[in-house]
């Protein structure tokens, strides 16, 4: 379930690249299941590493669709005077259920 794609972004005041502060990004799966094709809205970002997000219009897609295991976080730094990440949609193969 896509609201259970937890995005989490922290500027990094002290890295600075090219006038644009570097920003940590976590990407967390609280779902039970895996969770495949996770698809971020990006816009305006230019992605070096394909591997990690490769770009789709104004999307990304994370691990070229590869999924995110229940629990597992995916981390990444970028560059940009905003943050832009936010989950456009995610395929799972079974129903997930949040903790309780």
């Given at each position: 379930?896509?609201?259970?794609?937890?995005?989490?972004?922290?500027?990094?005041?002290?890295?600075?690249?090219?006038?644009?502060?570097?920003?940590?990004?976590?990407?967390?799966?609280?779902?039970?299941?895996?969770?495949?094709?996770?698809?971020?809205?990006?816009?305006?970002?230019?992605?070096?590493?394909q591997?990690i997000l490769?770009?789709?219009?104004?999307?990304?897609?994370?691990?070229?669709?590869?999924?995110?295991?229940?629990?597992n976080?995916?981390?990444?730094?970028?560059?940009?005077?905003?943050?832009?990440?936010?989950?456009?949609?995610?395929?799972?193969?079974?129903?997930?259920?949040?903790?309780?």
């Amino acid at each position: 379930m896509l609201s259970q794609v937890i995005i989490l972004q922290i500027q990094q005041r002290r890295s600075v690249i090219h006038g644009k502060f570097q920003w940590h990004v976590s990407i967390l799966n609280t779902c039970r299941c895996a969770q495949s094709q996770i698809l971020l809205a990006c816009n305006g970002l230019k992605p070096i590493d394909q591997t990690i997000l490769k770009k789709q219009g104004n999307n990304c897609l994370l691990f070229n669709g590869n999924p995110l295991a229940y629990n597992n976080t995916a981390r990444f730094f970028y560059a940009s005077a905003k943050s832009i990440f936010a989950p456009i949609s995610s395929v799972t193969t079974t129903p997930c259920f949040s903790k309780k």
